[in-house]
Nanobody, 116 residues
Framework: QVQVVESGGGLVQSGGSLRLSCAAS????????MGWYRQAPGKQRELVAT???????NYADSVKGRFTISGDIAKNTVYLQMNSLKPEDTAIYYC??????????WGRGTQVTVSS
């Protein structure tokens, strides 16, 4: 059974930085996109950033210029560098890996809290 595990969350002051990491095991084959989503209290889960096997990265407008997604498809790892954090970035951040054939894998999430 595939497990997706996030790490790197925590408490940071406004303007600070965090780097989230995500890894899947055992290895997932035929990945077509990896990404980060977040869910704030009382809100729906929303896309933060995605990195496809082919094509360009994609970011939510609210994080463009501040967050950077990177990853290694072959190693099933994906990262999210978050700079200039704001209190509104406070949420649980989830890693998602989607594969051809219907595989869609989620981690349990990591809490990011940004204090003002």
């Amino acid at each position: 059974q595939v497990q997706v595990v996030e790490s790197g969350g925590g408490l940071v002051q406004s303007g600070g930085s965090l780097r989230l990491s995500c890894a899947a095991s055992p290895r997932i084959f035929s990945i077509y996109v990896m990404g980060w989503y977040r869910q704030a209290p009382g809100k729906q889960r929303e896309l933060v950033a995605t990195i496809p096997t082919l094509g360009s990265t994609n970011y939510a407008d609210s994080v463009k210029g501040r967050f950077t997604i990177s990853g290694d498809i072959a190693k099933n790892t994906v990262y999210l560098q978050m700079n200039s954090l704001k209190p509104e970035d406070t949420a649980i951040y989830y890693c998602n890996i989607a594969a051809h054939g219907g595989g869609n894998y989620w981690g349990r999430g990591t809490q990011v809290t940004v204090s003002s």
